[in-house]
């Protein structure tokens, strides 16, 4: 990505603040700037107020699959999202994927729990074309992971389980944390996110109906 990201990173911080999905320093974002380079938001900063200060970034050695703050950036005295493990997993795994946004909802913690398997049934919604699928009545899961302390644990079970086996939607859920997605531009991340909280939404409310 050529252009500086950052401004779209920090308005789109912004709107997940106001939606209740980034509240109390919650959640990360990042975007790539080149094939093995990326942006991510530094760790424990308010999602509300980000500047262009608040990020750092990151160099991926796609061989090994490390990663490590760029030593020369003026911002290094910044520490780099304590999930960044996650978004190397995501970019490693998926070259296509540019930019990688966490959110934390109460909507997303509540359906992590909606099922004890590791993937979550979604409901076919006409909401499911926004996410590239395109078919009749589709029966799609997301895949969904258990809350490891060590977040570099969960880094590698995302890479493991992914290594062999694509997930259906580009989005997956921490259980009782988050969801993360990734897409192969800024405006499609911030259309994922949106769409895949409303499909939350929606199987909370249907789960109230039925009672
Ligand atoms: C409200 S604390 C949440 C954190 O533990 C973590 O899950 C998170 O999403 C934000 O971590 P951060 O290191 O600021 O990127
Ligand atoms: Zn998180």
Redesign the pocket.
């Known amino acids: 990505m050529s252009i500086d990201s950052r401004p779209t990173l920090i308005s789109a911080a912004r709107h997940f603040y106001q939606m209740g999905w980034m509240v ?5 974002l990042s975007a790539k700037i080149s094939d093995n380079s990326f942006w991510i ?5 308010p999602k509300n107020l980000l500047t262009v200060d608040d990020f750092v970034l990151m160099t991926l050695d796609r061989d090994k699959g490390e990663f490590y703050s760029t030593p020369t950036q003026s911002h290094s005295q910044k520490r780099p ?3 960044t493990s996650i978004h190397a997993a995501i970019y490693n795994l998926f070259p296509d994927a540019q930019v990688c946004y ?1 959110v ?1 909802s109460i909507e997303n913690n509540l359906v992590s729990r909606f099922t004890n398997s590791d993937n979550l049934a979604l409901p076919p919604l006409e909401m499911l074309k926004g996410l590239g699928v395109w078919e009749e009545n589709p029966h799609l899961t997301m895949p969904i992971f258990a809350n490891h302390l060590e977040v570099s644990q969960i880094a590698e079970d995302i890479f493991t389980r992914f290594k062999d086996t694509k997930p259906q939607v580009p989005a997956l859920l921490i259980r009782d ?2 969801v993360t997605i990734w897409a192969d531009s800024l405006e499609r991340a911030g259309n994922y996110i949106e769409i895949v909280e409303y499909i939350f939404r929606y199987m909370v409310i249907r789960s109230k109906v039925k009672g």
Do not use: D, F, P, R
């Open positions: 109390g320093t919650a959640g990360n938001t530094s760790s424990g900063c999202s304590a999930e966490h934390h944390h988050g």
